[in-house]
Structure formats: C-alpha cells, structure tokens
C-alpha cells in the first residue's frame, strides 16, 4: 500500500475526511483498506475511552497555591522595561551621528579658507558678513608667517625652527590658512571654531562666505596669505598668495 | 447610545454576557478572585483531563492543572479575547506538560507505568463478559503504553485532536503554529501512533 494512500486512510478513520465515494471506491477496490480503516477507528474509540479519574483540585487548594505563590504580575500592567531598551541606544545613535557629521563637515577640504572680522561686543560672537579688509586682523605685526594646523579643530599649535607652521590636512592634499602673527591666528582658530559649531555647514561646502570665518579683534591692516594645494615647481613648497580683500570670498568644498 | 439602549431592553443578554469567560476574565483582571473561581470550577475538568491523559499519573496531573490556572492569574493581563479562554489555558498546560516530559524522561517511570495499570484495573469493566473485559482491558493497555511512548509533541497532537476532539484552529493556537502546521502535526502523530499500535495489537 502507498503511502499516500496510508495518510488516506488514516485521514478517513480518524474523520478528517469524510469522502463516502472515496469510501465506497475503497471498499469495492482493496478490502485490506477497509479492514485498516475499522481497526483505526477502534483505535480512536478507546482512545476517547481511556479512563480519567475525577479532578480532586479544590478551589481552596488553587487559593493557598496561589496566596503562596503570590500574585506575580497580576496588577502591574506598565511597560515592561525592555521596552524602553531602544532609549539609550537612539540617545547614543543620535550622539554618534551628530558628532560624525561635525567632524565629516570640519574635515571636508575648503578650496579657500580664509578670515574676517566678528565684530565683538559684549559675551556673544556677532558675524559680520560683508566686512571690509581694514576689519580683518587690525593689528597685525608684520612677522614671520605662522601656518595654522587644522583650524576648524583644537588650536594645536606647533612650533618648529624653520617657521611657526599649523596647517589643515584633508587626504592628500591641504589647504592652510597663513597669518602673521601667532596671537591673530590664536584669535582666528577660535572665531573659526565659533562659526563650525554654530553653523556646522558652513565649512562643508555651503558656500558661506569667507568673511563668516572672521577672528574677533583683528584689525583691520593686517593681510592674510593663503596657502593652497599647489605646490611651486621651483622651490616644492605650497604656493602662497597674500590676501587684502576677503570681502569676495566664500568657503566650500 | 446602542450599546446603552440594548442593555435596557435585553437583560438577558447581558446576564449571559456576564457569565461568559471573557466576561470572567475581565472581572477577575480587576480583582474579584470570585469570578477567577468560577472559571476554575468551570474549566478543571477538561483541563485535568488533558493533563491526566499527557501525564497519566493523578498527583502530577493535579500538579500540573493547579500550576496551569496559577500561571494563568499571574498572566491574566497577557490574555486577549482573540483566541478562547480555554485554548489559552491549554496552552500554558502544553507548555507545563513538556517541561514536565522532559524531565521525566529522565528518570525511571516504573512507578509511573504501576500507577496507571491499578488505574486501568480499578476503573476499566465495560461488559460482563469477564474474557471481552480482559481483551478490552489489554487493548486500552496497550493503547495507552503506546500513547505514553510517544513523543510528547505527537502525544500532544492526538490528545488535542483524538481525544479532546479540538478543531484545528485550536489546535493551531495552542500549539503556536498555523492551521496547515497543526493538520500536518496531527498526520504525523498518528502515523507515529499507528506504527507503535500495530505490533502492540497484532492488527493491520
């Protein structure tokens, strides 16, 4: 017998199917089927017929079992906690990604970075946006050129014996921001920092212009000198080029 | 306003309503043990029955249906009206009697398969016929070690749908899976059950 035709009869004996043609067939057909077919049926006659004896849990048994157990938690229909799980892992996702985006946007490599004038008065940083030059750093020494290392980080400010040199790495290439005097690029670092704070897209190719980037107290006839990725052919250094009028200038990347 | 307008006019209805387990539930949820113990009053035979018929030793039957309806108060908020009361409890029990199974597996069941022959002995006695009576005792002895020797997810199965009678829907809710699944479960467990039978019976 197949097997397929087995799980007939066993659907047919236990009433799961109840096919009185496919019976009849059967029953024409194979008597072997028909005789399997009563035998499982008995079988599930005494099945339903196993004894069971009579339930002797009392209501007063349930009633101590369960003052003994205790009520568990019958009466707290709060949140369980791990529902609240994902709470501080969005605090810190959020954490993360935040951070990354600063750091991304003061890492993004500015194809002119420059400074100009916050004009300051009182706690708050103001931002003059359309400054003139004689704003820019008033009172610039006329010293031996100092690189600022990353500017939109930490003043970390290196000092070497050939010159006083903090530059901005992005990849390959960087772009340094030159000033004169090493208090001016102090006050630059951290005017730079107010605005990457507060407008983080500003240094990211937000084409904000250059003169958001002002130090506050500088005054305004000292230059800056601008250091690109260019390097001179002649001498192998960056290729530098002195700024008066910063008021055309636009930061990006 | 319906629902206002049909308590005034049928009470009947709502004294059915009242009475029913969901109702029961309910009321036990905020508190009144009382309607709780309507429910156990209502449900232990057919739950003991299960538990007798998984576990075929009285005491750990009764053991196992007080800790089903003790888990069942502490849990009563996890209940919901979508499946029935007593599919819900069955449910828990399945759970109890295969931890239970597990752990009996473990050890000797001597005393076990003692305990439900002086069962057999004392409750079995259809007809008069003395030689019928033995032959019906031997089948339903056979019957039940076979049952007993099978798996406790096929033991579960037949029980649910062969003894207890259960409609698949039910089935597939206590058992967690779905309607297809338990169809399946049943056939397997009944093919487990014919092939143990068999030789125990000398048929087919």
């Given at each position: 017998m197949k097997r397929s035709q087995k799980d007939e009869i066993l659907q047919i004996a236990f009433g799961d199917t109840n096919d009185s043609a496919r019976i009849e067939q059967l029953r024409e057909t194979s008597h072997e089927a028909i005789r399997e077919i009563e035998s499982l049926r008995n079988i599930k006659l005494n099945l339903q017929q196993l004894p069971v004896p009579e339930c002797q849990l009392s209501t007063e048994r349930l009633r101590d079992a369960i003052l003994n157990t205790g009520?568990?938690?019958?009466?707290?229909?709060?949140?369980?906690?791990w529902k609240l799980a994902w709470v501080p892992v969005a605090v810190l996702a959020v954490t993360f990604f935040g951070s990354q985006m600063i750091r991304s946007s003061r890492l993004t490599e500015p194809t002119l970075m420059g400074a100009s004038i916050?004009?300051?008065?009182?706690?708050d940083v103001a931002i003059d946006f359309n400054p003139t030059i004689?704003?820019?750093?008033?009172?610039?020494?006329?010293t031996e050129p100092i690189i600022i290392e990353n500017?939109?980080?930490?003043?970390?400010i290196k000092h070497s014996n050939r010159k006083p040199n903090y530059a901005s790495r992005s990849g390959s290439s960087r772009t340094v921001l030159l000033v004169k005097s090493e208090p001016a690029a102090k006050s630059a670092l951290t005017a730079m920092e107010t605005v990457a704070v507060s407008t983080p897209s500003a240094l990211g190719g937000?084409?904000?212009?250059?003169?958001?980037m002002a130090p506050s107290?500088?005054?305004?006839?000292s230059g800056i000198v601008l250091i690109g990725s260019d390097r001179d052919s002649m001498t192998g250094a960056n290729k530098a080029i002195e700024v008066t009028?910063?008021?055309s200038m636009v930061t990006g990347g | 306003m319906q629902a206002i307008s049909t308590a005034a006019v049928s009470p009947v209805y709502n004294a059915v309503d009242v009475d029913s387990d969901n109702a029961l539930v309910i009321r036990a949820r905020e508190g009144d043990y009382r309607a709780y113990e309507m429910l156990f009053e209502r449900h232990r035979t057919l739950v003991f029955r299960f538990a007798y018929q998984m576990c075929p030793r009285r005491d750990d039957a009764e053991d196992l249906v007080q800790e089903a309806f003790i888990r069942a108060y502490q849990n009563l908020h996890r209940?919901?009206?979508?499946?029935?009361f007593t599919t819900w409890l069955l449910r828990i029990l399945t759970n109890l009697c295969t931890d239970h199974a597990r752990m009996a597996?473990?050890?000797?069941?001597l005393e076990q398969q003692e305990a439900a022959g002086s069962l057999t002995w004392m409750t079995?006695?259809?007809?008069?016929n003395p030689i019928e009576n033995l032959e019906q005792e031997r089948r339903v002895d056979c019957l039940r070690r076979a049952l007993n020797a099978l798996p406790i997810h096929h033991k579960t199965a037949i029980i649910l749908r062969?003894?207890?009678?259960?409609?698949y829907t039910d089935i597939s809710q206590i058992l967690g899976c779905t309607v297809g699944g338990a169809k399946l479960r049943v056939l397997r467990a009944r093919r487990a059950l014919r092939d143990r039978v068999a030789p125990l019976l000398g048929e087919m």
């Open positions: 009520l568990g938690e019958k009466t707290t229909s709060s949140q369980p906690m916050v004009k300051e008065e009182g706690p004689q704003d820019v750093f008033p009172d610039f020494p006329d500017p939109t980080s930490a003043p970390a937000g084409g904000l212009p250059i003169e958001a107290g500088v005054s305004s006839d009028d910063t008021s | 209940y919901r009206d979508e499946a029935k597996n473990r050890r000797q069941n079995e006695g259809f007809t008069e062969d003894i207890e009678e259960r409609e």
